[in-house]
């Protein structure tokens, strides 16, 4: 790949791969390649815009074992491999004929990205924004968040030799205040809840230029990472699209950037276009989409999240209206589940499939059953699942409904009893 | 690979690939494949004898993109991957430069393990057991456990579609419980402590045909998949062993297949069989083999142990005098290390690499610091640690040394002076 170029309001130049401008969703208005989110014209959000080489599939399989196999398709440059990075993704894509048979799916597939280094898919953004980031001459990387990204932003910090500042709310549940602070960056809690915490990373990364927040102004760059699971699911389906596809929705970026990364894999000839259709999932107490695409608005009201699925309680989703539009050109849906199903959606994929998701995977297979059984999802066509976090951060989820089946003294008999011999 | 019929007590034949019989470790004694464990004439323990076909690195390299790829060097059929089970394996290597410019060594890896399905070493022993289980025609696969073990065997009879029989003590910390639990096989509470539970499993081996307890009488299958660390960690050196690797001691097994698999490797001229050492970390609070090498005994002592690294806690190592004969033919040693050393080794590893390692994992990096601090390991020749399992299953073990820099008010004012700006 070509290094590239592009000139900034600084007048430095950044070598971000294919990357040529960040472009505005909205209004199309384009700027150079720059730590900026959002469209000065119109405040509209901004999106990497691409110039993409020959890219060939025999390319990516002889590259490396990660993201970076595809990354003539991300906004990094094209040694990003060669800096310290947590090397996330090629994730398992599994055969799911067990849970395929519960749901009554024929052909059913799960993408486990528990597997990533920090299990949850948070490493391929944070990995995308650690190398935009550098490329953009930041030197800390940060992010307000309530989990998943907390952890992935402090281990991946950790592995670069970067400081991080992480700001979680002080409600934070202790499991995912320890899994952050093991990497010993500036952990912070913040008296306040995440909108609190989000407002501040807001205002922080006005006023530290060399402060990276992932998922604020390097977010165009953050997002692309997403693509990545497409790209995964197309190649290790040997080079083809799903018939249809369940993503979880939170900021409904995930979904917007499967959709991306299928089209443009289409597009650059790497498989054939065929149709797929993309449906999004999310808990019924945080279901501002789910409400949105059932009342046929092209807006999402906001709203208060409760929910035990916290890692998608976001309840003024920011791509939620692209999510609508990728939901409908697709033909698919978006569909909400009780936490009650989200829990039992948990248990059905660990008792089929040997597969123990975190809340925001209950959703996802809670929600393809629901599909299923309203006539929305078509059980002959191939469904991949998107399963994007580890149930060993969500213990408590399921704490109350499980355990062992009994408690036996030391005999093999009482042990036959207890299995009912 | 030629599918193989080794003929049994019963006169029924298996399928097990390369493996051609059982063959007694004390006293070369050889049996049929078969459901044993120790030999009939002196007891000691039954390891498989093998007779390979033509391995090339090319094939493996084509191979399954898991411990599968191995297929021709383990007791498993040439199908293994069709039939559903975990696939685990192909973890990664991840160089070391922080971690290594902190312990003073030059050239130094991580076998990352925590990137497994259930997120230890274990998958790989279990997926072994699990396919030699099916040929030896078991039903149920079952375990006595504390930990890691019930994780892996549950998910992966849950994945198969297998009953499952999980003995654990009844003391068990609760994540343990849910985290094996929610696969919702038998798992079952036994009052008593692991000395008692193992005996139980034992006795229920002896009474029950179809119960495959991976750890009890499938063992000898079971174990060789911990040859799959070493097999990997030469691959992906690129077809190399390193001079020295550093491998936590429980039974002693793995550090004995690790041996194994390099040698294999080298008398299959996979790699040059370069001289290699073999180190073994324990916890001091149960560090009997550690003991036994310092006092130059062949023999090891049982202890009672007492520490945090749980995964460890066996006090009565089988394979303690091979983990003596294989560290002293390589010219190794075995080192032990306090419980506190073995928190702090937790906490490099996360802040140098990103990496979040359960106990034993805090055992081998403190281990290799105190080795390198006592001249035992040389800090020039390139070394790996092996890092078997996953810091989120024991939070206990740092939850009273790691926490948030600082609680503060939503204001930038406040994190700026938190931070000492």
Redesign the interface.
């Known amino acids: 790949m070509t290094a590239v170029s592009a000139p900034t309001s600084a007048g430095t130049s950044f070598d971000l791969g294919p990357a040529r401008a960040l472009s505005c969703r909205e209004c199309g208005h384009q700027i150079p390649l720059a730590a900026e989110f959002a469209c000065a014209e119109c405040f509209g959000p901004l999106e990497v815009a691409y110039e993409f080489g020959k890219i060939r599939r025999e390319d990516i399989e002889a590259g490396p074992?990660s993201i970076w196999r595809y990354r003539g398709l991300l906004p990094v440059p094209s040694d990003v491999d060669s800096h310290?990075n947590?090397?996330p993704g090629?994730t398992?894509l599994?055969?799911a004929?067990?849970l395929g048979a519960a749901l009554g799916v024929k052909n059913l597939w799960v993408k486990?990205d528990t597997?990533?280094?920090?299990?949850s898919f948070k490493d391929r953004v944070v990995a995308v924004a650690l190398a935009a980031a550098r490329q953009l001459g930041f030197t800390v990387l940060a992010c307000p968040s309530t989990g998943n990204l907390a952890n992935a932003v402090?281990?991946?910090?950790?592995?670069?030799?970067w400081q991080s500042?992480v700001?979680?709310p002080?409600s934070l549940e202790?499991?995912k205040?320890?899994?952050t602070?093991?990497?010993?960056g500036?952990?912070?809690?913040?008296?306040?809840n995440y909108d609190?915490?989000n407002?501040?990373a807001t205002?922080?990364a006005s006023?530290h230029e060399d402060w990276a927040f992932v998922n604020v102004n390097v977010r165009p760059y953050y997002a692309e990472g997403s693509k990545t699971l497409a790209y995964e699911v197309a190649e290790q389906l040997g080079w083809r699209l799903p018939g249809q596809i369940v993503v979880p929705v939170a900021s409904g970026s995930q979904l917007t950037k499967v959709d991306k990364g299928f089209r443009e894999f289409g597009e650059l000839g790497l498989v054939e276009p065929t149709p797929y259709r993309v449906f999004g999932a999310q808990a019924t107490g945080c279901s501002p989409v789910s409400a949105a695409y059932k009342s046929g608005l092209d807006v999402v009201a906001p709203v208060r999240p409760d929910t035990i699925a916290r890692s998608l309680a976001i309840g003024a989703p920011a791509d939620g209206p692209y999510v609508l539009d990728a939901v409908r050109r697709t033909g698919g849906a978006v569909e909400d589940v009780t936490d009650e199903e989200v829990v039992e959606g948990?248990?059905l994929l660990?008792?089929?499939?040997?597969?123990?998701a975190e809340t925001a995977g209950g959703v996802t297979v809670a929600t393809a059953k629901k599909l299923i059984e309203t006539g929305q999802l078509d059980p002959d066509a191939e469904t991949v699942l998107l399963i994007t976090g580890?149930?060993?951060?969500t213990?408590d989820a399921?704490?109350d409904r499980?355990?062992?089946?009994?408690?036996?003294?030391?005999?093999?008999k009482a042990?036959r009893e207890?299995?009912g011999f």
């Open positions: 074992k310290p947590t090397d090629l398992r599994v055969r004929d067990r486990d597997g990533n280094p920090t299990h402090a281990a991946a910090a950790a592995r670069a030799g500042v700001l979680i002080s202790r499991a205040v320890l899994t602070a093991v990497y010993d500036a952990l912070l809690a913040v008296d306040g609190d915490v407002r501040l205002e922080l006023e948990i248990r660990a008792r089929t499939e040997g597969i123990f580890d149930g060993l951060k213990l399921v704490a499980i355990g062992p089946k009994a408690t036996v003294p030391p005999s093999a042990v207890a299995l």
